[in-house]
């Protein structure tokens, strides 16, 4: 049946014009287009929230707000999940987590998509891929048979784990092993009672040459896994477009996931400044961290921000130098946010406020020179069918994604965007405990239920809170009990969704 | 006195130092083990604690040439069995001082907010200065006791060699160690 257009799609529709006609023409022919290079650089732990290109207080991003000036810039972009395993698995599979199923690193991902996913859509395409973060690492080991190069976490690493190069064929049981063994320095205790003493002495004397450089030590994972962000974006310029095949770079590093170890230019930066941001309800997943502790915390990440500013620069600086950066289109955006509010740290809990969801998107179309902002609540899992529309290829139904404005017309800023967590509940039965998000419009409704876990403190085992971004983007008025009507309405979405995914 | 550093010596030091190293990895496998075949499977929950075998024993070789070396520069003028126990027993309070201390991290939740907090030591540097005193302060008191009391001497050796008979235990599961990374790493490259 032929659906009419009234009057509420045809305002949605024109709403979009003037950003479709600002990108370069080539850009908007879906078909034939050729298969450029491309570029994903996820930036961990990234919130939206914190960059002064999204109108933070903070000058955290100078060189990302100039760069932005010949870029896509998303407003209201989502993470799948809040944090590595969920968020990076939508990205690269384009579905929520109710259907990849990596809620977490102890689950598995859903057969199907270790074909059917970024690497595997590209076949075409020389595809390389690298993550600092072991939990992305192992997302790409599941969709390894499409990747051509993935390069080991530890070849960018500044530190050095024996035993996962001695037993090399048995990398993920021994490079953990090694973890556990000796590493004392993230939480003070290890496996082993003197080894691991000497080899944190080793590793702090190692970096203490560095001290100059990085008064609060290198940047790492976990303990004693430093690495320098300089030299991962350096290797990444030296492999970027030396082949005649198109190429598809995946790399996700680590800053500014904490430890938050800026480099010194950045170090202080915001010190006494007088920044004051709101101070916050305390949520039933609270760790107790105090609004002192928060503000102190998010200070360094703020500088840690200002740090991968400085390197994204760098890193254009480098590929225009070369002469390679208008053969790229460059995403920019991260796995899930980071939130210092509320009690909750960095990213331990499914809370689903905006610091915690929303991160940044920016595309760089090969040969733009205006900025588009797109203010239409978008997600992750859009990524890889925008990809596939800019390349021209077809887009499989299964993707819960759908193209990205300005690259798809049709795009509808009140489409139901969805940010999930249930790794508290068993694979393929109905969710018992679990967090869910849903943004329409202006409007998200964060809906917790369970009492295992997180959920423990929950009172009557379920939470219901409403927001009106638009009016409210500080997340500090709860409407849940103002608007039962709208609560209603979107509970019903949810529910229905649920329902619709197997998990309801 | 004549001294006799030899193999034998070196077994009951190497007996005597796995005893600490491999109750603590033994504690912290069997702690880690349901979340680490959560985290993938039993299989490699076994696999990890096998590689962490693998390092307890190479741990408690080193450590036992170490002990070989300070006795070996013990006053010679010192019965051979007082250096044995003064050794023995200075090694068992520098062991038990990093058990308490790691077992202070890895069981207190007291100041768990404070772990998430970049910078913020979960103690403070006087705090660890006073336990430093503290266990040199043991250090020196037991070493008096041995040197001057024959009967402290012969109750800690004894002691000791009790111990040591449980270390065998752990070397057998160290050689079961060997094993399953040998056969995961075979597994690998078929």
Redesign the interface.
């Known amino acids: 049946m032929e659906k009419k257009i009234n009057r509420k799609d045809f305002l949605k529709l024109a709403s979009l014009l003037p950003t479709a006609l600002a990108l370069p023409p080539s850009l908007l022919q879906s078909t034939d287009p050729g298969y450029p290079n491309i570029i994903v650089l996820v930036f961990d732990a990234w919130s939206a929230v914190n960059n002064s290109l999204y109108d933070y207080p903070r000058q955290t991003t100078p060189n990302l707000d100039r760069l932005a000036e010949k870029a896509v810039v998303y407003y209201n972009h989502h993470a799948g999940g809040y944090f590595t395993t969920p968020g990076t698995a939508s990205l690269l599979t384009g579905v929520l987590p109710w259907r990849h199923q990596l809620y977490s690193?102890?689950f598995k991902l859903q057969s199907k998509f270790k074909s059917d996913n970024l690497f595997g859509l590209f076949p075409e395409y020389f595809r390389l891929a690298y993550s600092h973060n072991a939990l992305a690492q192992e997302i790409f080991l599941e969709m390894a048979n499409d990747l051509d190069i993935l390069k080991p976490r530890e070849d960018l690493y500044y530190t050095f784990d024996p035993?996962a190069k001695l037993?090399r064929?048995?990398y993920?049981?021994?490079s953990?092993?090694?973890i556990?063994?000796?590493e004392?320095i993230e939480?003070?205790?290890?496996?082993?009672?003197?080894?691991s003493?000497l080899w944190s002495t080793i590793s702090r004397m190692r970096e203490a040459r560095l001290k100059e450089k990085y008064p609060?030590g290198l940047p790492k994972f976990g303990g004693t896994n430093s690495f320098l962000l300089e030299d991962s974006i350096d290797w990444l310029v030296e492999n970027s477009g030396a082949l005649d095949v198109p190429s598809l770079t995946y790399y996700h590093l680590l800053p500014p996931h904490?430890?938050?170890?800026t480099r010194r230019e950045f170090h202080n930066r915001f010190l006494d400044d007088n920044f004051y941001p709101p101070q916050k309800p305390e949520h039933f997943m609270t760790?107790?961290?105090s609004y002192q502790?928060h503000l102190?915390?998010r200070r360094?990440y703020d500088e840690y921000v200002l740090f991968v500013d400085a390197e994204i620069k760098r890193l254009f600086d480098l590929l225009s130098s070369k002469g390679t950066l208008d053969k790229f289109w460059i995403i920019l955006t991260s796995d899930h946010g980071e939130l210092f509010e509320r009690g909750i740290?960095?990213h331990?809990k499914p809370s689903m406020h905006r610091p915690l969801v929303n991160i940044p998107l920016l595309i760089f179309p090969p040969g733009q020179e205006h900025r588009i902002d797109v203010h239409q609540p978008t997600s992750s899992i859009d990524i890889l069918p925008t990809l596939l529309s800019i390349t021209g290829k077809k887009i499989p139904s299964w993707l819960e994604g759908i193209p990205l404005p300005p690259f798809n017309p049709a795009y509808q800023g009140d489409r139901e965007i969805y940010v999930v967590d249930g790794q508290y509940s068993d694979i393929g039965q109905p969710y018992s405990n679990a967090s869910i998000m849903l943004r329409q419009a202006e409007y998200k409704l964060i809906y917790h239920f369970g009492k295992k876990e997180d959920y423990a403190a929950l009172p009557d085992q379920e939470s219901v809170e409403l927001f009106d971004l638009d009016a409210d983007p500080e997340e500090m008025n709860n409407l849940a009990d103002k608007q039962p009507e709208l609560v209603k309405r979107m509970m019903q979405k949810i529910l229905v969704k649920l329902k619709s995914e197997g998990v309801g | 006195m004549k001294s006799r550093l030899d193999l034998k010596s070196f077994f009951r030091l190497f007996l005597l130092a796995a005893f600490p190293i491999h109750l603590w990895s033994l504690l912290m496998i069997f702690r880690d083990v349901e979340f680490l075949s959560e985290r993938t499977n039993m299989w490699d929950a076994v696999g990890i604690s096998g590689y962490t075998l693998l390092i307890a024993l190479i741990e408690s070789l080193l450590a036992a040439l170490i002990l070989l070396g300070v006795i070996s520069i013990l006053p010679g003028k010192w019965a051979e069995g007082q250096r044995f126990s003064i050794i023995s027993s200075l090694y068992m309070i520098l062991a038990g001082a990093s058990i308490v201390d790691m077992a202070f991290h890895a069981f207190s939740k007291a100041r768990i907010s404070q772990q998430y907090l970049h910078g913020l030591e979960t103690y403070p540097s006087l705090t660890y200065g006073l336990i430093a005193g503290a266990v040199l302060l043991f250090c020196v008191l037991v070493t008096g006791l041995i040197l001057r009391s024959k009967k402290v001497e012969n109750l800690l050796t004894e002691f000791y060699d009790r111990i040591m008979l449980l270390s065998y235990l752990y070397l057998a599961l160290d050689m079961v160690g060997i094993a399953l990374v040998i056969v995961r790493n075979i597994n690998a490259q078929l």
Do not use: C
């Open positions: 690193q102890n035993v037993f064929f048995d993920d049981a021994s953990v092993s090694w556990r063994t000796m004392t939480d003070g205790y290890a496996n082993s009672i003197f080894l003493r609060l904490k430890p938050y170890n760790y107790g961290i502790e102190e915390a360094l740290h960095a331990g």
